[in-house]
Antibody, heavy 122, light 106 residues
Framework: VQLVETGGGLIQPGGSLRLSCTASGFAVSTNYMSWVRQAPGKGLEWVSVVYSGGRTNYADAVKGRFTISRDNSGDTLFLQMNSLRAEDTAVYFC?????????????????WGQGILVTVSS | SSELTQPPSVSVSPGQTARITCSGDVLAKEYAYWYQQRSGQAPVLVIYKDTERPSGIPERFSGASSGATVTLTISEVRADDEGDYHCQSTDASSVFFGGGTKLTVL
């Protein structure tokens, strides 16, 4: 199992950026997948999840600005980030997410990518 | 409440036992998960469902739960155990983390 994030970089406040996460060893389309971020020197912060059935959920800090999606014909997860702010500066990780067999909600992350840096600054 | 509280830092000498706590009301009804994150690397799951250890994680790592507090215990601490340790739990369809604890091996 391997996850590789791409698409990060320096972007001005108010701009947009799309991150990609390419998986190998398993299918993105049939798994729960999440984005988790880590601001410089800070702890981990969950950003968003997409369920295997397509349902999505977001942290309040990004709701309405970020969109998680996936390429159902391939093995790629995306995070479209709009209206970026300085506080969105972070390393963004994609992670395979384990669901609860009873509630079908996400529980934890069993595989992580190496992360990609997004810097929002003028 | 979806807040998880961890001590900012824990220090131990090699060979000793390190204990890292994580507290939050949600832990009384939801499982906790622990991740190790070495400097500059991605997190690695070390404990799931409060006490379970993934394959490949040494027996030196163990978890315990009591009410609204969970504890990660690392026995016979080694230099390469140094890093940040993050607890995590869930609340319905949302996920949240504690602030992380920096483990220093003296």
């Amino acid at each position: 199992v391997q996850l590789v994030e791409t698409g990060g970089g320096l972007i001005q406040p108010g701009g947009s950026l799309r991150l990609s996460c390419t998986a190998s060893g398993f299918a993105v389309s049939t798994n729960y997948m999440s984005w988790v971020r880590q601001a410089p020197g800070k702890g981990l912060e969950w950003v968003s999840v997409v369920y295997s059935g397509g349902r999505t959920n977001y942290a309040d800090a990004v709701k309405g600005r970020f969109t998680i999606s996936r390429d159902n014909s391939g093995d790629t997860l995306f995070l479209q980030m709009n209206s970026l702010r300085a506080e969105d500066t972070a390393v963004y990780f994609c992670a395979r997410t384990v669901p609860n067999a009873l509630t079908h909600h996400p529980t934890h992350f069993d595989h992580w990518g190496q992360g990609i840096l997004v810097t929002v600054s003028s | 409440s979806s807040e998880l509280t961890q001590p900012p830092s824990v220090s131990v000498s090699p060979g000793q036992t390190a204990r890292i706590t994580c507290s939050g009301d949600v832990l009384a009804k939801e499982y906790a998960y622990w991740y190790q994150q070495r400097s500059g690397q991605a997190p690695v799951l070390v404990i799931y469902k409060d006490t379970e250890r993934p394959s490949g994680i040494p027996e030196r790592f163990s978890g315990a739960s009591s009410g609204a507090t969970v504890t990660l215990t690392i026995s016979e601490v080694r230099a390469d155990d140094e890093g940040d340790y993050h607890c995590q739990s869930t609340d319905a369809s949302s996920v949240f983390f504690g602030g992380g604890t920096k483990l220093t091996v003296l």
